[in-house]
């Protein structure tokens, strides 16, 4: 047993309808309140979508998208955003995806496939499918190229499984700052293709994810809000803030503001393909800290999509391993994410609600990267830019009914701390070969012990490896 500062413990208080840091390794986080917005979104029961890439779903069959759809819906998420591109094959698997969604909705019972719940609320009841268009993929230079993006809208307008805000066909996108659709600016470009003066639509509430300065869109007209995508990591060496979400919510003033919340980024392609090679900073419980910040200020956020559901290529899913994977086995085979996904639901039910859930089972959450950062692979890629960032610790959370004494350990690396009841975060220090294990004790009595199977921290790695590891114990 040891004091030593490679293990910390970070607690909330489950009846408070905020999230509050006891510890002194908190880090003080900038919270808004509604007096800093005179935002009409702040009334409405938060929503929260999952992004999934079409791209990354070739060989999927109606069934992969029910399983994934009821998946989604038992973790607290709300809608599937799909990110659509220019394979000519995706057209079809919108369509299975939104038909999916139609059976699932189907074989509910007592809920209604209606497109909105009322004025200025999303729909939560029915699971709900909604388009991104990715502007990275999609040509968008000439008046024509806005058709796909025309057809796309009408073909799903009606459809019950349209995700509606207001009262209108929400539509997202990634990117598009840059797209004029042959008219002079980028707001007359997106007027055109998406709210078209001839009323060829129907009505469409726009909130694109562009990557231009906030300080713009009081000038944009066509944006009925606005997604933050980079809000979901820190963007230097430096852990997490509310501060990018609030620049996004003072300048669109009544607009909606959606947040991005993401639990980790590491991409790992070489010059001969995609030529991406970095990591985002994931350490400090990343996932945690995001949604804590969500939820403190959730009068403010009325929507968040997760990043992502299907990104394989960097490293930030948290739905099944399945589908086509872009070039990534070598860092996403035999790294499951999914207890993340069930570690949100937690945080979602405090999102959207305002207070977290009763706990009712001890469980414990854990994960961090196998191989440590500085170390050498016979990796012809190379390291990924900001390795440098990469902390070589256990990260861990706990969900407990009641005090207890936990003990993370990892080989001869331990640390027993007093948690008590609720969430607690714990982080252990890892630098030897060793297998990652988790005992909870209570009044004396072993109350889990929990040794997943493939965590194995190894000073030796094969490559260069920064995804992340993740484990549950059983719920």
């Not at 413990?9 to 309808?17: E, H, I, R």
């Not at 029915?126 to 040509?139: E, R, T, V």
């Amino acid at each position: 047993m040891s004091s030593s500062e490679s293990s910390s413990v970070t607690s909330l208080d489950q009846t408070s309808a905020v999230a509050t840091p006891d510890a002194a390794e908190a880090t003080p986080q900038a919270v808004a309140s509604n007096s800093t917005t005179t935002s009409s979104t702040s009334t409405q029961t938060p929503a929260v979508f999952a992004h999934v890439i079409v791209g990354n779903t070739y060989n999927y069959t109606i069934t992969n998208w029910l399983n994934d759809i009821a998946l989604a819906a038992s973790n607290g998420i709300d809608a599937f955003a799909l990110n659509v591109g220019s394979d000519a094959w995706e057209p079809s698997q919108v369509a299975n995806a939104y038909a999916a969604a139609g059976q699932y909705n189907a074989n509910r019972t007592g809920i209604s496939t209606s497109g909105t719940t009322g004025t200025n609320n999303a729909t939560v009841a029915a699971f709900k499918i909604f388009l991104s268009f990715d502007m990275s993929a999609l040509p968008c230079s000439r008046p024509s190229d806005a058709q796909l993006l025309q057809t796309y809208i009408k073909t799903y307008a009606n459809n019950t499984g349209q995700m509606l805000y207001n009262g209108r066909v929400l539509i997202s996108t990634f990117a598009g700052e840059s797209c004029t659709f042959g008219a002079s600016s980028l707001n007359q470009g997106w007027l055109n293709a998406v709210k078209p003066s001839n009323g060829s639509l129907p009505g469409v509430w726009f909130v694109p994810s562009f990557f231009i300065d906030p300080s713009t869109f009081p000038g944009l007209t066509v944006i009925d809000g606005a997604f933050n995508w980079n809000s979901a990591w820190p963007m230097g060496n430096y852990n997490i803030t509310f501060g990018p979400d609030l620049s996004y919510i003072t300048n669109l003033g009544h607009r909606t503001y959606m947040a991005a919340v993401s639990p980790w980024f590491f991409t790992h392609y070489g010059p001969n393909s995609f030529n991406k090679n970095f990591i985002y900073r994931g350490d400090d419980w990343l996932l945690a800290q995001r949604w804590e910040m969500l939820v403190q200020n959730r009068m403010l956020v009325p929507l968040t999509e997760v990043l992502t559901w299907n990104d394989f290529g960097e490293s930030h899913y948290v739905g099944p391993i399945e589908g086509m994977q872009p070039m990534s086995q070598a860092w996403v085979n035999g790294f499951d994410h999914e207890p993340w996904l069930n570690l949100m639901h937690h945080y979602i039910a405090a999102y959207k609600t305002g207070s977290y859930p009763p706990i009712t089972k001890d469980r414990v959450f854990m994960w961090g990267r196998l191989y440590p950062a500085n170390a050498t692979a016979p990796d012809p890629v190379g390291k990924p830019a900001n390795w440098q960032w990469a902390q070589d610790y256990l990260w861990a959370i706990t969900l407990l009914t009641a005090p207890a004494n936990v003990t993370l350990s990892c080989g001869t690396s331990s640390q027993t701390t007093r948690v008590p009841a609720g969430l607690s975060k714990l982080k252990l220090q890892l630098s030897a070969n060793c297998a990652a294990k988790a005992t909870v004790v209570r009044n004396s009595k072993t109350a889990l012990s929990f040794s997943p199977a493939g965590f194995s921290f190894n000073m030796h790695p094969p490559s260069y490896n920064y995804n992340a590891f993740v484990a549950a114990s059983p719920a």
